[in-house]
C-alpha cells in the first residue's frame, strides 16, 4: 500500500536556507566571530605553519601526558582554553614550548582550538586502582573541606564538586598529572603565571606549602586511587 504524500508541502523551507547560508558564511570566513572545532581538530593533529600538532604533546585525544606532565586540555571550558592561548601569546603566562607556538597561532585559530578541545570528553576517574601513596593523605581535605586555619579555601569550592571544572572560568582540576598541578601552583608563587582575573589562584597557592603543593597533586591526579572524592 502506498502512503499518501503530504499534500501542500512549501517549495522553499526558508529555515533551511538561512542554515546553508549561514555554514556558506562561516566557511569562507565571512564570519570570523564563529569557530570552527573541525578545523580545530585538523590544526591540532596536523598543525601549521610554525604551530607544531598539539596532539604530540597534549596526547591523541587530548588527554595530556602523565611521564612528561603535559596538561589534558579535553573537556576544559572553551573560554578558559581561549584565555591560556592568549596568555601564552601575549607572556603573562611562561613557558618556553607553549609561547612560541600561541604567537604562531590566529585569533581564530586559537577560536577553533578552543572548541575543538572543548568538545572532547573530559577526565573520568577510573576504576578504584592500587593503594593510596601516603604523601597524598591531606589531599582529600584540602581539596573538600580547604584549611581555616591557613586560610585555604577549599579547591572545589571554586572547581567545582568532584574538581570537574564550572564553565566558562574554572578548569577542572581533577586528571591532570601531578607534575603539571605541582608546577602551575608554584608558577603562581614565582608569578611566571599571573593571567586569572583578580589573583585569584595566586592568593591560594600563596599560602600553601610545598607539603600541601605536593598532597593536593597527588590526589588530584587520581582522586579515586584514594577512594575519596566527593
Ligand atoms: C612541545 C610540546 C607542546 C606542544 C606541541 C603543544 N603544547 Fe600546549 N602545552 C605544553 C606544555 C608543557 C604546557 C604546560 C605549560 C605550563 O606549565 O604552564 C601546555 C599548556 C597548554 C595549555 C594550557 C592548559 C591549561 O590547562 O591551562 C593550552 C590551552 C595548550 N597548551 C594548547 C595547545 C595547543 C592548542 C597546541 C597546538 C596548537 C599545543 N598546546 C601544542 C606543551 C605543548
Ligand atoms: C577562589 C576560587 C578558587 C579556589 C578556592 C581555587 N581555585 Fe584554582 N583556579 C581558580 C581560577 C579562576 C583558575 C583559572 C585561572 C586562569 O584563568 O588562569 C584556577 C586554576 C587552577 C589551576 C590551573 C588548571 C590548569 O589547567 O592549568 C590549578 C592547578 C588550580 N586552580 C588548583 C587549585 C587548587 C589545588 C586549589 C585548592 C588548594 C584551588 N585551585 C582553589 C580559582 C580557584
Redesign the pocket.
Known amino acids: 500500500m502506498k502512503t499518501p504524500l503530504p499534500r501542500s508541502r512549501p517549495c522553499i523551507n526558508w529555515s533551511l536556507m538561512l542554515g546553508i547560508l549561514l555554514i556558506a558564511c562561516a566557511s569562507l570566513g565571512l564570519n570570523p566571530a564563529h569557530a570552527d572545532s573541525r578545523a580545530g581538530a585538523t590544526l591540532a593533529q596536523q598543525g601549521g605553519s610554525g604551530i607544531s600538532a598539539c596532539v604530540s604533546c597534549h596526547g591523541a585525544r587530548g588527554e595530556g601526558q602523565a611521564a612528561t606532565g603535559f ?1 589534558r586540555l579535553a573537556g ?1 571550558p572553551q573560554a ?1 582554553l581561549l ?2 592561548m592568549q ?1 601564552f601569546a601575549d607572556g603573562t603566562r611562561k613557558n618556553p614550548m607553549m609561547e612560541p607556538i600561541a604567537r604562531a597561532l590566529s585569533a581564530q585559530q586559537m577560536r577553533d582550538l578552543a572548541d575543538h578541545y572543548a568538545g572532547l570528553p573530559g577526565w573520568s576517574a577510573p576504576v578504584k586502582t592500587g593503594s593510596p601513596d601516603p604523601a597524598a593523605a591531606p589531599g582529600p581535605r ?2 573538600t573541606a ?1 584549611n581555616w586555619d591557613k586560610e ?4 572545589f ?3 567545582g564538586p568532584g574538581g570537574a571544572g564550572i564553565a566558562p ?3 577542572a ?1 581533577t586528571g ?1 598529572p601531578r607534575a603539571y ?1 605541582r608546577t ?2 608554584k608558577a603562581w608563587q614565582a608569578g611566571t ?1 599571573s ?3 583578580q589573583g ?2 595566586k592568593s ?1 597557592a600563596d599560602r ?1 606549602t610545598d607539603a600541601d603543593i605536593e598532597a ?1 597533586s597527588l590526589y ?1 591526579e587520581n582522586p579515586a586511587a584514594t577512594g575519596r572524592s566527593e
Open positions: 596538561p576544559q578558559y584565555r591560556q596568555a584540602l581539596a580547604g585555604i579555601p577549599a579547591c569550592a571554586c572547581h572560568h574554572f578548569p582540576i591532570q598541578t602551575q601552583l603565571r593571567n586569572d582575573s585569584l589562584m591560594v600553601m593536593v588530584l
